[in-house]
C-alpha cells in the first residue's frame, strides 16, 4: 500500500498503536518513496524531508513498523537489510547478482506460506521468503558482451 500524505500515514501509524512523530512519518514515507532501500539510504531521504534526526532514531523507528508490519524487512545475502511499504501479500523479490537491483515479483501459488517445510517442528508457519538470484535486463547485456569478446579472443579454445 502506498500512501503519501501526512493524515494517510498518521492513520496508519495511529492504527499500528503507535504514536505519530516526525521521524515516523518521515520514514514510512521515504520507506514507500524508495522500496528495497536500506536505513542509511532512507535516513538520508528523512534528513531532506525534516533536517535532522540520528541515524539511530531511524533505525529505532524502522525495527517499530517492522514490529507492528507497516514495512518489511529483506535481507539478501550480501546486501544491509532492506525496508519495503509492500506488507501484507505474498511476494518474492529478484537480486541482481551484479548490481543489486531488487525488484518485487508475485508468487505464482499465490497463497501464503507458498512454501512448505517438510516438517513444522510445532511452529505456526505463516511466511516464506524466497530470493531469487541472477541478472537483471541492464546488466545482462555487458555479460554477453564480456563473454562474445571472450570467445573471440585469438588463442581463446572454449
Do not use: K
Amino acid at each position: 500500500m502506498t500512501v503519501d500524505t501526512h493524515p494517510q500515514l498518521a492513520a496508519l501509524l495511529r492504527g499500528a498503536s503507535l504514536r505519530v512523530t516526525g521521524p515516523r512519518v518521515a520514514v514510512l514515507a521515504e520507506v514507500q518513496r524508495r522500496p528495497h532501500a536500506d536505513a542509511d539510504t532512507i535516513a538520508t531521504g528523512v534528513r531532506h524531508q525534516i533536517g535532522s534526526v540520528s541515524t539511530q532514531a531511524v533505525y529505532d523507528v524502522l525495527r517499530a513498523l517492522t514490529e507492528v508490519r507497516l514495512v518489511r524487512r529483506i535481507e539478501p545475502a550480501g546486501s544491509p537489510a532492506r525496508y519495503e511499504a509492500r506488507v501484507g501479500d505474498n511476494h518474492h523479490h529478484l537480486v541482481c547478482r551484479r548490481c543489486g537491483t531488487i525488484r518485487d515479483v508475485d508468487c505464482a501459488v499465490g497463497d501464503t506460506p507458498c512454501l512448505s517445510p517438510s516438517s513444522t517442528l510445532g511452529f505456526e508457519i505463516d511466511e516464506a521468503e524466497v530470493v531469487f538470484w541472477g541478472l537483471c535486463p541492464d546488466c545482462l547485456p555487458e555479460t554477453q558482451t564480456a563473454e562474445t569478446q571472450a570467445s573471440e579472443t585469438p588463442g581463446n579454445n572454449q
